[in-house]
């Protein structure tokens, strides 16, 4: 079994057990919490190998990089 198949075991067995807003609420604030935590390490990475900076960090500031939808 694939890690991303045991995960999905995982996630459907915690939705399987939501049964209130307030597990729902838990539920959603962990997945936010693991994930924001996931893109803080890959930034933290970028920044100790000097791909990103507070230089490059105030450049992309200033960018508008939404898509255009027509």
């Known amino acids: 079994m ?3 198949q ?3 075991l995982e996630v459907m067995n915690a ?4 049964t209130s807003q307030e597990d729902y609420d838990a539920l ?4 936010s919490l693991f994930f924001a ?10 920044w100790d ?3 990103l900076s ?3 960090l105030d450049e992309l500031r200033g960018q508008h990089l939404r898509t255009l939808y027509n």
């Open 2 to 4: 694939s890690y991303t």
């Open 6 to 8: 045991m995960a999905q």
């Open 15 to 18: 939705v399987a057990n939501v």
């Open 28 to 31: 959603r604030m962990t997945l």
């Open 54 to 56: 507070q230089a490059k």
């Open 37 to 46: 935590e996931r893109a803080q390490r890959a930034l933290d990475k970028l």
């Open 49 to 51: 190998e000097g791909k």
